[in-house]
């Protein structure tokens, strides 16, 4: 890079002085179109509850989720993200109820459809943790999480999803193979056109404790998911995995969590030149808000690390403040 100028005849502070000009120069900016919407399912009628360690946060049961995607859609939110709360009663070793075409994601997937047909597009987790008794994300056997089983199954809840009328699929399991696999079932079926969004990078990290509590399985949890998500302690294994699922057939790759990868997100956007989403998860969020709410840190905090991540070289941004975007971006 050639610097040009030299202090005194050259002062940087010209272009911060004023704020049409530091508008002028701006190199990164926000908008709705920049975000996915989380949004979690419980059961029963005309609820919404508050995620205890996710203030302003809810989960929605699925007939009272118009006003939310309404909202959505009036902020330009590309997509929405569906995450279930699944009864315990109904979970079980081999989370069974991933498969049905009954369970809260399939009927959110048809009412949303059946609405709002093409205005917003709706990805859906693939994985079993919400509907498994033990909270893993794959099927157990004499303690260790078992592969090539798993990828079975979730083969079997890509397809149901996309014969639902979901748009993206999103594999957030991190068991090896699974995109060819989903690629492979879905092109049989004819779903060609059913786009594939890997969590490729996905760490086994201590943010993700308050989604826990909002989906149920935190309790259940025992031990951890480093068998199957990421060290962080690594970025070249983070390529690897990115170069497997874009051969395996991904459209998009996820990096997850957000801010504390934030390095991962442009090494792989310099890399790969495909759409990366960053995924600022549950804990990102919690943290952020507790900051603000106990004035420890501004408002304006939450812009400046959404920002960041454009920045970085995210396209686009999973985040729960995608709720309040038009608050935020104001
Ligand atoms: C489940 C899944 C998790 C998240 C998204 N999908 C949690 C986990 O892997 O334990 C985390 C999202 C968040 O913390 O906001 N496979």
């Known amino acids: 890079m050639i610097i040009t100028g030299k202090y005194p005849y050259l002062r940087m502070r010209r272009s911060r002085k004023e704020e049409w000009s530091r508008r002028l120069v701006r190199e990164n900016t926000l908008s709705g179109s920049d975000f996915v919407l989380p ?3 419980t059961d029963g009628i005309n609820k919404k509850q508050e995620i205890k360690s996710m203030k302003g946060v809810y989960r929605y049961s699925v007939d009272n989720l118009s006003s939310i995607i309404d909202r959505a859609i009036k902020n330009k939110i590309p997509m929405l993200a569906l995450f279930p709360n699944t009864n315990q009663k109904l979970k079980d070793n081999s989370g069974t109820e991933a498969l049905n075409e009954n369970n809260l994601v399939s009927k959110a997937i048809i009412k949303i459809k059946n609405k709002y047909k093409n205005k ?5 987790d693939v994985a079993l943790d919400p509907y498994t008794s033990h909270g893993h994300d794959g099927l157990i056997r004499k303690k260790v999480i078992l592969n090539d089983e798993t990828v079975e199954i979730l ?3 890509s397809l149901l ?3 639902l009328g979901c748009d993206v699929i999103a594999p957030s399991d991190m068991m090896d193979g699974r995109i060819g696999e989903i690629r492979k079932i879905l092109d049989k079926n004819g779903y060609v056109k059913t786009q594939i969004l890997s969590y490729a990078v996905k760490y086994s990290s201590s943010f993700y404790g308050p989604f826990r509590d909002a989906v149920g399985s ?3 949890l025992k031990g951890n998911k480093k068998t199957y998500q990421m060290d962080y302690g690594n970025l070249n294994e983070a390529l690897r995995e990115v170069a497997l699922d874009v051969k395996e057939g991904a459209d998009m790759v996820m990096v997850k969590p957000g801010l504390p990868y934030i ?3 442009r090494e792989v956007k310099n890399c790969f030149k495909i759409p990366v989403l960053a995924f600022q998860v549950s804990g990102e969020y919690s943290l952020i808000s507790n900051g603000i709410k106990n004035k420890i840190i501004k408002e304006e905090a939450i812009y400046e690390t959404l920002l960041s991540f454009k920045r970085a070289g995210a396209n686009a941004i999973i985040s729960y403040y995608a709720d309040y975007i038009h608050k935020i971006i104001r």
């Open 161 to 163: 999803q996309a014969q």
């Open 120 to 124: 917003i597009g709706i990805m859906c």
């Open 218 to 220: 935190k309790k259940a």
């Open 39 to 41: 949004i979690f399912l």
């Open 155 to 157: 083969t079997k809840q």
């Open 263 to 265: 390095d991962v997100i």
